[in-house]
């Protein structure tokens, strides 16, 4: 079965330092990994993508995420968090032949303290 | 902002009743994909169109419905709510399909008694 894990429920850093927000995900063959940002009563808003190419893919609002195959893992980073990136992070995934269908795993709550 | 819209933001509905609930896509995405989101989980998929067509479709059962227009504007039905129906759902749509983005609307809360 296809899933998407984010370890991590909620994840606390300090204003200026880096942040890690953690996905693995089991999908067969290789899929399009993405990142949605939700801030409270709101829609998800995109982030980045991963589809092919370099392993490294930058984003909206100095994020950036790392698609590693042998692990199956797409994690988020920031080199400087911002007190304004406090918010709930989904990480989803498309196998390839699964037409429009998002996986998404269960979230992680961002915070981040002056 | 996406350029999608939901309507109603907010919904109250008892045990049994139908529900409608409307998504505009953004200016020129042909695709729709409707997903249910209960609190505290990531958004779970209903379904897919694609072209006023049904493409693809989750782990959901028939009583929830939809349909998209020609000007690709979508409707997602619920009949016969029930207390677990209570969420908030997520329009979404695209460009196209494949390696498209979908861009999300804010959601319509349905609560239901």
């Known amino acids: 079965a296809q899933s998407v894990a984010q370890p991590e429920d909620q994840v606390n850093v300090a204003e ?18 993405f990142w949605y940002v939700q801030y409270p009563n709101r829609g998800l808003q995109f982030l980045l993508k991963y589809i092919t190419g370099d392993n490294l893919v930058k984003g909206s609002y100095g994020f950036e995420a790392e698609f590693n195959k042998s692990q199956t893992s797409f994690h988020l980073k920031k080199p400087s968090a ?20 998002l996986i998404f795993g269960q979230g992680t709550e961002l915070s981040v303290k002056p | 902002e996406t350029g999608v819209t939901q309507s109603p933001t907010h919904l109250i509905k008892t045990r049994g009743q139908q529900v409608t609930l409307r998504c505009s896509s953004q200016s020129g995405h042909n695709t729709v994909s409707w997903y249910q989101q209960a609190l505290g989980q990531g958004p779970q998929f209903i379904f897919q169109y694609y072209r006023e067509e049904e493409n693809g479709r989750g782990n959901f059962p028939p009583r929830f419905s939809g349909l998209q227009f020609p000007n690709y504007s979508s409707e997602l039905n619920v009949n016969a709510l029930e207390l677990d129906d209570s969420a908030l759902y997520l329009c979404a749509s695209s460009p196209g399909q494949g390696t498209d983005t979908q861009y999300f609307g804010p959601g319509t809360r349905l609560t239901v008694l």
């Not at chain 1, 330092?17 to 999908?27: A, D, G, H, M, R």
């Open chain 1, 16 to 33: 200026g330092n880096p942040l890690t927000v953690k996905c693995t995900y089991s999908v067969s063959g290789n899929p399009y990994l």
């Open chain 1, 82 to 101: 911002l007190v304004s990136d406090s918010a709930l992070y989904f990480c989803a995934v498309r196998g390839r032949n699964q037409g429009g269908k």
